[in-house]
């Protein structure tokens, strides 16, 4: 073997190794940098779906809360009778167009009352086939807040839906 030979392919050697480390390295960092920003893109995101999930939340709130302190629908809602809230209910359903928007009301009696007229604590406007006890456990936290005097929201799952809840004190 010749001396050109002897030198030349140690010296490739090293080059090519060296290309292949320099290549590694630049994957490495370059996936690295990516996951970097893919992470704070995931980061921001979730932030604005969040500041627009509560901004819907308080539009539901505000418009909810503003149909439920008109007085026609405040002194249906006192009465407990339910004839008269469904009456109400779907009155209301019609003069905001709700069914459109796949709105389904349903109106809360506490237990003292709902147990005094001897109905279920759920009224709908529209006679639906709903299960009761899920539509209990869904919205039991925001049930407590507003018998708590407080507005609510909260997205819940009933069956295989999920569901907006509003809850007007």
């Known amino acids: 073997i010749s001396l050109r030979a002897k030198v030349l392919v140690p010296v490739l050697a090293v080059m090519v190794l060296l290309l292949t480390v320099t290549v590694l390295i630049v994957n490495l960092r370059f996936q690295r940098q990516m996951e970097t920003n893919s992470q704070r893109e995931l980061d921001g995101n979730k932030m604005r779906f969040q500041h627009e999930q509560i901004k819907y939340q308080k539009s539901l709130i505000d418009r909810f809360g503003s149909l439920a302190r008109e007085a026609h629908y405040v002194s249906a809602f006192r009465t407990f009778d339910p004839p008269t809230i469904r009456t109400q209910l779907r009155q209301l359903f019609e003069n905001e167009m709700l069914a459109s928007e796949g709105v389904i009301f349903l109106y809360y009696a506490p237990k003292s009352q709902a147990d005094t007229n001897n109905t279920s604590p759920f009224i709908l406007p529209v006679e639906q086939l709903h299960n009761s006890a899920g539509i209990t456990a869904g919205c039991s936290a925001v049930i407590q807040l507003a018998e ?16 907006n809840v509003v809850a007007i004190p």
């Open 148 to 163: 708590q005097g407080e507005p609510a929201t909260d997205i819940v799952r009933i069956g295989d839906k999920l569901c």
